[in-house]
Structures are given as structure tokens and as C-alpha cells.
């Protein structure tokens, strides 16, 4: 079997030669040699991740062994690879790397190497990070993150230290306990959980995604998501009650559906059911007549936007624990970012 380019097959038949026997082959061309190489390298580092028994970390991709399977571990059979082979290659190099990023931390004699590890692994997974890749496009700036918004968050995922201009002053926290007391441990723990200067910080953090969901419910077709908005607001009783009271008053029966976030980005296994629910009654991912080919698919826009909020207000957090006690040409600093320059213009 062969391409409909006959140049490619010579190209793969002599990289195939190359590959079986490279003292062989006089003048190769370039292209020829760096395809056996590639294969090489590519079967080699496959034939490793297999033999560890690592699991594939694309779920597209079923077993990192497969396309080893299929081709016989031949260059020449290269056109049985299966389809879209860079997705599989690029799998064996992803587990390869988590393992060998698992391997580096279990052995490091770091103080906080295995804090690190957990912080790792309650962030993975392609929902906790995808505010990472998202590319700032929408003018209602839901999607957008500053510089120092993308700093904090990253900081925060990989429990690295933040730069100092975003720390309070002389290791003292903005409750005013010194490290070593209340806030021993890594920088940026209390701010984040249990500084009780920083609480009205999280409630901003809380509504903004409140709204969020509220926006995404009013996407769907729902209707206004009147008892979420109305539930959310009230505080003032436990939600068994307040559900008891909305079922009085509507005239079909309401759930109180448990949508949970954690700090990492991770979503809850029923807020994951309560997404999937409400985008199949929005009655499709995407409507190439209504906008265009291009347009991302409605699941993927709010799978952003959600992530972008929790990563954004997770840094708010952490600025506003520095930020009260920035000198005026300090806190001015905030806002040279260039995305908040440009949002301005």
C-alpha cells in the first residue's frame, strides 16, 4: 500500500533502510535520516513507557502501545499508523514526563517536595488547568487574565513562591502573623485558607462564579436561573430549607444540584453531571450557521471561562494579601500589566 505521493514513499523506503541497517546507506538525503531518527527515537521511547506499564494521560489516546502494534515497530509499514499518530507519539512523551516528574519529587530531599506532589496531583487533569491555554479573545473580558493574575495562578499550581512585591512585608501577613506562628509552612497558605482578613476577598471570588453559572444556566435555555440566583443570595438558612421553600412556591420540583470547585480548579463529580446536563439542553455544542466554522464549541468556552474565574480569583486573593501594604508607586505597579493597558484602550 502506498501514499499518493510518490516522492513520500521513496522518502519512507529509504528511511526504512536507513533505520534496519544506517552503514548501509550511502548519501542519504537529510529528510531521510532525520525520519529514522524520529522512528527511532519514537519506538524507543514507546517500548520504555510500555515495559513501565505507564497509563496513556490523553483519553483519545487508549494505549500508548498501540501504534507499536499496528506498524510492527516498521518504518516501512509507516502508513499504518492509526489516525492522527502525532496525538500518540505525543502521549508516550506526556507519560514519560509525569513519570519521570513523579520519580524526581518522591526522591527529593526538598523540605516541601511532597506537598508539592499532592499539590500536583489535586490540580491535574484537563479542567484544573485549562485557564493556562486559553487565549484572552472575548470582549466581555470574562476570559481574560492579567499578567500578574497569570503569575499568581501559576505560582499557586506549582507551589512556587510568589515574587516578592506580591507578599506582605517582612513575613508578616496582613492579619499580622509573622511566619513561623499561624502562617508556618509555605508562602501563600494562609492567605489562602484560613486568613480571616482575606474572607471577603474569597465572597467576591464566590459570586463572580455565582454569576458565571448563572450566565451559563440563562445560555442554556433555562429559565433565568431564578432559583439559583435567589438561593445563592439568601445565606440565611441551610439549603434543605431553602429548597423546601422554592418547591412551595414553583410549579415543577427543584434539585439542589452541589456545584463545587476546589482552589485547584478541580470540579466535583456532580457539578460535572449538572455541565453535562445543561449543555445537552442548550441543544448542541456549536451552531456553524448561527456563528461560524471557527467558533469554539459552546462546552469548551464556559470549561474555560470557569476555569479562568477560579485561577483569576484564586490570585485575587493573593494580591489582596500583599496589597494593603504596597507603598502608592508599588500598588501603581498593578496596573502596568499589558493586558489591563490594553482592556483600558
Given at each position: 500500500?502506498?501514499?499518493?505521493?510518490?516522492?513520500?514513499?521513496?522518502?519512507?523506503?529509504?528511511?526504512?533502510?536507513?533505520?534496519?541497517?544506517?552503514?548501509?546507506?550511502?548519501?542519504?538525503?537529510?529528510?531521510?535520516?532525520?525520519?529514522?531518527?524520529?522512528?527511532?527515537?519514537?519506538?524507543?521511547?514507546?517500548?520504555?513507557?510500555?515495559?513501565?506499564?505507564?497509563?496513556?494521560?490523553?483519553?483519545?489516546?487508549?494505549?500508548?502501545?498501540?501504534?507499536?502494534?499496528?506498524?510492527?515497530?516498521?518504518?516501512?509499514?509507516?502508513?499504518?499508523?492509526?489516525?492522527?499518530?502525532?496525538?500518540?507519539?505525543?502521549?508516550?512523551?506526556?507519560?514519560?514526563?509525569?513519570?519521570?516528574?513523579?520519580?524526581?519529587?518522591?526522591?527529593?530531599?526538598?523540605?516541601?517536595?511532597?506537598?508539592?506532589?499532592?499539590?500536583?496531583?489535586?490540580?491535574?487533569?484537563?479542567?484544573?488547568?485549562?485557564?493556562?491555554?486559553?487565549?484572552?479573545?472575548?470582549?466581555?473580558?470574562?476570559?481574560?487574565?492579567?499578567?500578574?493574575?497569570?503569575?499568581?495562578?501559576?505560582?499557586?499550581?506549582?507551589?512556587?513562591?510568589?515574587?516578592?512585591?506580591?507578599?506582605?512585608?517582612?513575613?508578616?501577613?496582613?492579619?499580622?502573623?509573622?511566619?513561623?506562628?499561624?502562617?508556618?509552612?509555605?508562602?501563600?497558605?494562609?492567605?489562602?485558607?484560613?486568613?480571616?482578613?482575606?474572607?471577603?476577598?474569597k465572597s467576591l471570588v464566590h459570586h463572580?462564579?455565582?454569576?458565571?453559572?448563572?450566565?451559563?444556566?440563562?445560555?442554556?435555555?433555562?429559565?433565568?436561573?431564578?432559583?439559583?440566583?435567589?438561593?445563592?443570595?439568601?445565606?440565611?438558612?441551610?439549603?434543605?430549607?431553602?429548597?423546601?421553600?422554592?418547591?412551595?412556591?414553583?410549579?415543577?420540583?427543584?434539585?439542589?444540584?452541589?456545584?463545587?470547585?476546589?482552589?485547584?480548579?478541580?470540579?466535583?463529580?456532580?457539578?460535572?453531571?449538572?455541565?453535562?446536563?445543561?449543555?445537552?439542553?442548550?441543544?448542541?455544542?456549536?451552531?456553524?450557521?448561527?456563528?461560524?466554522?471557527?467558533?469554539?464549541?459552546?462546552?469548551?468556552?464556559?470549561?474555560?471561562?470557569?476555569?479562568?474565574?477560579?485561577?483569576?480569583?484564586?490570585?485575587?486573593?493573593?494580591?489582596?494579601?500583599?496589597?494593603?501594604?504596597?507603598?502608592?508607586?508599588?500598588?501603581?505597579?498593578?496596573?502596568?500589566?499589558?493586558?489591563?493597558?490594553?482592556?483600558?484602550?
Amino acid at each position: 500500500m502506498g501514499s499518493h505521493y510518490p516522492i513520500l514513499d521513496r522518502v519512507v523506503a529509504d528511511a526504512a533502510a536507513h533505520d534496519a541497517n544506517p552503514a548501509g546507506v550511502v548519501c542519504a538525503m537529510p529528510i531521510v535520516v532525520d525520519l529514522a531518527l524520529a522512528w527511532k527515537n519514537s519506538v524507543a521511547a514507546t517500548r520504555r513507557a510500555v515495559a513501565l506499564r505507564l497509563p496513556s494521560h490523553n483519553k483519545k489516546v487508549v494505549s500508548l502501545g498501540l501504534w507499536l502494534t499496528d506498524t510492527g515497530a516498521d518504518l516501512a509499514n509507516l502508513l499504518k499508523m492509526p489516525p492522527h499518530a502525532q496525538r500518540e507519539l505525543s502521549a508516550t512523551i506526556v507519560s514519560l514526563n509525569v513519570h519521570e516528574f513523579h520519580g524526581e519529587l518522591a526522591v527529593s530531599t526538598h523540605w516541601d517536595a511532597r506537598r508539592r506532589l499532592v499539590n500536583w496531583l489535586a490540580s491535574q487533569g484537563p479542567v484544573a488547568g485549562r485557564w493556562a491555554t486559553v487565549v484572552p479573545w472575548d470582549r466581555q473580558g470574562h476570559l481574560n487574565l492579567t499578567n500578574t493574575n497569570y503569575l499568581l495562578a501559576f505560582c499557586r499550581r506549582y507551589r512556587l513562591e510568589r515574587p516578592r512585591r506580591l507578599r506582605g512585608p517582612d513575613g508578616k501577613c496582613a492579619c499580622g502573623h509573622r511566619a513561623g506562628g499561624m502562617c508556618a509552612g509555605f508562602d501563600g497558605d494562609h492567605d489562602e485558607c484560613d486568613c480571616p482578613k482575606r474572607q471577603w476577598a474569597k465572597s467576591l471570588v464566590h459570586h463572580t462564579i455565582v454569576d458565571a453559572l448563572c450566565r451559563f444556566l440563562k445560555d442554556c435555555g433555562f429559565h433565568n436561573g431564578w432559583g439559583a440566583e435567589s438561593g445563592e443570595r439568601q445565606k440565611e438558612a441551610s439549603w434543605a430549607k431553602a429548597i423546601r421553600r422554592k418547591r412551595d412556591v414553583s410549579a415543577s420540583d427543584v434539585e439542589f444540584v452541589p456545584f463545587s470547585l476546589e482552589a485547584g480548579g478541580v470540579w466535583g463529580p456532580a457539578a460535572r453531571k449538572f455541565f453535562r446536563t445543561c449543555t445537552a439542553v442548550a441543544g448542541g455544542d456549536r451552531d456553524i450557521d448561527l456563528y461560524h466554522w471557527s467558533t469554539p464549541m459552546f462546552s469548551s468556552v464556559w470549561q474555560d471561562t470557569l476555569s479562568v474565574l477560579v485561577a483569576r480569583g484564586r490570585a485575587r486573593v493573593s494580591v489582596s494579601a500583599s496589597a494593603a501594604d504596597w507603598p502608592k508607586r508599588i500598588r501603581d505597579m498593578q496596573y502596568v500589566d499589558h493586558d489591563d493597558f490594553a482592556a483600558a484602550h
